[in-house]
């Protein structure tokens, strides 16, 4: 569906994206993973044909994004990351402007399905400026539907969402990419586990990793950290906890809470609660802490670093 | 085409979003309206005919010369502040049919206003006896629309080139003034040279013909030239915008 050959995209001498290799196939919903500045929006801008690359191609369904590009942008549903909307407009005007720039055939039918879909029917005719942010969300959402694109892309479409929208735009997504393709930014890993199929990671314009979610959360630690709250006695629970086999180190942290790490393929987490309990201290708290991106981050650009030292001397154009 | 019309639609129906129709509108007839009073006085008092050609004079240097760069201000620079313009480049709308939807919905606007105006040659003519000289307020009128067709597509072409809608107005209007006042070199020169200057003032091709009654294809092509390289020059600035 989406096929990326050595796409690379220069802003002056800054290079935003360098080289990328990725495909898309029908009905996946892919998730593009990466710091600020990693290239995502870059990316998607020259997939939905708001801007050339500098090198290299991009196709969506054979058709070349440069050369195509009316077609592509008939394909493509876009939602840019500042969700970019007409103020003054009312939401109800405002996908029907957005509809007949798309082409779509029984405009105001179409409308009506949409504000449906993304739950908007009772603030249709509310004017965009007195929206809140979840909701601008999702006009910015019904925008991208209008025209039944078979592709959908979506940059940070859950950033600045209070944790109840977020949901709502994630199971959104989910039903949507049952249909088409999604391709979506975001740097929240636990989000792209839960939304996504397949997972690219990308730093500094080049691709670092790029797998499953769950595949890619083992392959980057071998090891799980779990936070322990117990109600009192903290310091006799972790002296407990560390005579746990299978676990490699135990600390307490400034919350008086107490953390250890375990490897992963050994979880010691019912060994842990089983002896606690035993013992008689009251148990809180048992939640292994997920993997942060930062983590992972540094951890594959680290790997990247070392996997390139031999060519060290060419060095890369970013400061 | 299609596209072009669904833009310059939006585009019309947004002047009546903000306070810029109504307020526009209330200036323009009201500044009209004063003079117009004024002028029948006067012809009341020495006798003679009201010319209704005066009254449009008012209308070319302060009203099109001011309001046209407020009309067209933030027609793209507001676009590309928001961000809406990412939205415009990634729909299926070819970067010219944008610009012209552009100009296209704020020149319509404008004609609505100019019509609002016909309402002192109208009363005119029913006042005087034996009527005005309409042909003449006809041609008058021509040349009117097409100076603000031309005015319009630089306007818009000069707010393509911004983020910052007050930027757009201030060079708009300096960008205006200089195609007014290109006429200025001509008093010190003559021949051909003198021609040449006369000819690329905007303001010229009005006042030497239409004004006058005259429909010159000079003038009219003057006039359509000016506009098309308006809007091929907002195009390109466009379309710069993806390289980017």
């Known amino acids: ?319 | 085409m299609r596209n072009i019309w669904t833009i310059a639609k939006k585009e019309y129906v947004s002047f009546f979003y903000s306070p810029i129709a109504y307020v526009a509108g209330i200036v323009v007839f009201l500044v009209l309206g004063i003079f117009f009073t004024y002028d029948l006085n006067v012809a009341i008092l020495y006798q003679y005919p009201p010319d209704t050609t005066y009254l449009l004079d008012i209308l070319i240097y302060p009203l099109l010369f001011l309001l046209i760069p407020i009309l067209t201000m933030r027609t793209l620079s507001d676009e590309n502040k928001t961000g809406t313009l990412e939205l415009l480049l990634t729909a299926p709308v070819r970067d010219y049919e944008l610009v012209i939807g552009k100009w296209l919905g704020t020149f319509l606007f404008f004609l609505s206003l100019v019509l609002l105006t016909a309402f002192y040659p109208l009363v005119t003519n029913v006042l005087v006896d034996p009527g005005i000289d309409q042909a003449k307020i006809l041609a008058n009128y021509i040349g009117i629309i097409l100076m603000a067709g031309a005015m319009t597509g630089v306007g818009v072409w000069i707010s393509s080139l911004f983020k910052n809608t007050f930027a757009a107005l201030f060079a708009s209007l300096g960008v205006l003034l200089l195609l007014w006042l290109a006429a200025a070199p001509a008093q010190f020169l003559q021949g051909n040279a003198a021609a040449f200057f006369t000819n690329l003032s905007i303001t010229e091709h009005y006042f030497n013909s239409f004004r006058s009654g005259v429909v010159n294809l000079k003038d009219i092509s003057y006039y359509v030239s000016l506009t098309v390289l308006a809007l091929f020059l907002g195009t390109r600035s466009i379309e710069s915008k993806r390289w980017r």
């Open chain 1, 1 to 319: 569906m989406i096929t990326v050959r050595n796409l690379t995209k220069d802003y002056g001498i800054h290079r935003a994206i360098d080289n990328l290799n990725f495909n898309a196939e029908k009905g996946e919903v892919l998730g593009f993973l990466g710091p600020n500045g990693a290239g995502k929006t870059t990316t998607m801008r020259i997939l939905t044909g708001f801007m050339p690359p500098t090198s290299g191609t991009a196709a969506i369904d054979g058709l070349d994004v440069v050369d195509d590009s009316l077609e592509i942008r008939q394909k493509v549903g876009y939602l840019p990351e500042t969700v970019p909307l007409y103020e003054e407009m009312r939401v109800y005007d405002y996908l029907k402007y957005m509809g007949d720039l798309h082409h779509v055939e029984n405009s105001d039918e179409r409308v009506e399905d949409v504000i449906e879909v993304v739950g908007m029917e009772e603030r249709a005719l509310s004017l965009i400026r007195n929206l809140s942010k979840g909701m601008r969300q999702r006009v910015g959402l019904g925008q991208a539907l209008l025209h039944q694109p078979e592709i959908l892309i979506l940059d940070e479409p859950t950033i600045g969402l209070d944790p109840k929208q977020i949901k709502e735009v994630r199971n959104l997504i989910r039903g949507l990419g049952e249909e088409r393709t999604v391709m979506l930014s975001t740097h929240i890993l636990s989000e792209a586990q839960q939304i996504c199929d397949r997972v690219i990671i990308i730093n500094k314009g080049r691709i670092v990793a790029e797998d499953a979610p769950e595949n890619l959360q083992d392959r980057l630690s071998s090891v799980r950290t779990v936070t322990v709250r117990v109600a009192d006695q903290i310091e006799s629970a972790a002296g407990l906890i560390r005579d746990i086999p299978g676990i490699v180190s135990v600390r307490i942290n400034d919350d008086g809470q107490i953390q250890f790490d375990n490897l992963r393929e050994n979880d010691a987490r019912p060994l842990v609660a089983r002896a606690l309990v035993k013992k008689g201290f009251d148990l809180l708290e048992l939640t292994p802490e997920a993997v942060n991106l930062e983590e992972i981050f540094l951890k594959l650009t680290r790997e990247n670093a070392e996997a390139d030292t031999p060519s060290q001397d060419n060095p890369e154009s970013e400061a």
